[in-house]
């Protein structure tokens, strides 16, 4: 066990909590994750899993402006549905990707776990994205995504990381009930029907949950107001 996978797995947990949280220091601290990553990863012959770390740094700090100036107004970003066009777009997005990212560490590298390693970095970049714009239906992705991973790194005999991954399930799951509570408090305030005809006030306000914390610190100085990117 190295000191890479240490600090990876303790940066990791906390970048994915921040995120479930929706506290926009996910990004600063996954930046960090990322680092750790391209070193441990590339050391490891996953060299497509390294590269996506480099990615994250572009896409964490455009999630991070996202954040905290692409909501109404320029102001902060709230949780909101999945687009319906993101999903079939997602999905030849990935296909595209693994079949690229596959035929190159094939033909060009020594990659330990070539398509492993191309299916979960496509399915990595999609979600990260997703969660950049704060879609609900990211969580989705990285529970599908984390699942793969949990599986390469006990094949590439990164137990810590392993570990790691399987914690992070748990975490997804808990982003997605704690996401859908705020987009349904969200569209209570805005006066529409959060589920359709069928849902009712009182259901509506026991779901009710904060909106949005994720300025602490980094946005205007109020008071409350989170990723990716973890190493994910």
């Not at 391209?38 to 996202?66: D, I, K, P």
């Not at 408090?185 to 259901?203: I, L, M, Q, V």
């Amino acid at each position: 066990m190295s000191a890479e996978e240490i600090i990876g797995f303790v940066t990791g947990a906390v970048c994915v909590y921040l995120a479930v949280r929706q506290n926009v220091w996910t990004f600063p601290v996954g930046i960090v994750n990322n680092g750790v990553y391209v070193v441990l990863f590339g050391s490891n012959g996953l060299y497509a899993g390294a590269a996506l770390q480099v990615v994250y740094l572009v896409l964490g700090a455009l999630g991070w402006y996202w954040w905290l100036r692409g909501g109404t107004g320029g102001g902060t970003l709230t949780v909101h549905r999945t687009p319906r066009w993101v999903w079939p777009a997602a999905a030849v997005t990935v296909a595209g990707l693994v079949g690229l990212l596959a035929w190159v560490l094939s033909t060009w590298t020594d990659a330990s776990s070539p398509w492993l390693d191309s299916v979960t970095t496509s399915l990595s970049l999609v979600a990260q994205l997703m969660l950049g714009r704060k879609w609900i239906g990211n969580w989705v992705v990285w529970i599908v995504a984390d699942v793969i991973f949990v599986w390469l790194y006990l094949s590439s005999g990164l137990w810590l990381t392993a570990v790691l991954y399987a914690g992070f399930i748990g975490l997804c799951l808990l982003g997605l009930r704690d996401w859908k509570a705020a987009l349904v408090a969200s569209e209570a305030e805005d006066g529409s029907e959060p589920w359709g005809p069928g849902a009712t006030a009182s259901g509506v306000a026991a779901q009710k949950a904060p909106v949005d914390d994720s300025s602490e610190g980094l946005a205007e100085p109020r008071p409350g107001a989170p990723a990716p990117g973890s190493s994910r």
